[in-house]
């Protein structure tokens, strides 16, 4: 990913201009869905979809965000064929993973390989939010294309693996995520600065995580403010300007690679 930052007036070095399809998709936390026995489980799960397979050109499933209130639960279920993360961003919880309960707190980056089992329960006092990217596994991508003619199997139960994304600043999936989800960081922006976001070789899934700013690529502009998800298009660029200090949880979704490429 190419991230350029510059002071309050002064345009930041980038990518050149990527065109129209810098916005694959936009959205917003306002008017989620409301869901009832989400995995299973008893209760009520707020759920926004703001991209999936047909806005895509990596191989992810989704890019969603969840809540539950007080006590509720999005149901313990095991991932066969697709490699996941669950990104806390308000309130408390425990994350369910091969049946044992792990704290979770804003922040906390939990990384679900294909074998396990995982869910999450909200044990505060607010509303638990937190951010979903789902991605195919290499295995799964293969049968759905068509290139391999039967089911790959499901990979053995292995360790939890929770990172504190906002200590950590970033993380790599590299030994744990086989797919196209390779990388998670936060970057975060004082009022009136700006930077560049883009990357040649893959998607950016962006979420607004605090503040407000402008997102603009060509003639395309989008405004910013907490609860906004962006994806961003491989190969082009997008210059974000902060209006207040802003906080932007990045994941890198890379594009599967083409024959005779190297690797």
Known sequence: MTVATAGPGTAAAGPADPGPRSFRAIGTVTGAATVHGVHGAAGRTRWKCFAGRRQLASPTEAVEWASVPPGGLSGEHR??????????????GEFLYNGVPHPVGPGSLAL??????HG????????LDWWVVETLAPGT???L???APIHPGVPPMGDVIIHDLFK???VSTDGVFTGPLRRVEVVELEAGQRTVLGASDAELAVFVHGGEGRAASGDAA?????GTCVTLGAGTSTAVEAASALRLLIVTLALPRRAGEAS
Do not use: F, M, Q, W
Request: glycine letters at 12%; charged letters at 25%; hydrophobic letters at 25%.
């Open 79 to 92: 991932h066969t064929r697709t490699e996941e993360i669950y990104l806390v961003l308000r309130g408390r």
């Open 112 to 117: 679900t390989p294909p074998g396990n089992v």
């Open 120 to 127: 999450l329960r909200n044990t505060g006092g607010t509303d």
């Open 141 to 143: 991508d293969a049968v």
């Open 145 to 147: 294309s068509g290139a």
């Open 168 to 170: 950590e600043r970033t």
């Open 222 to 226: 989008a405004e910013l403010s907490s």
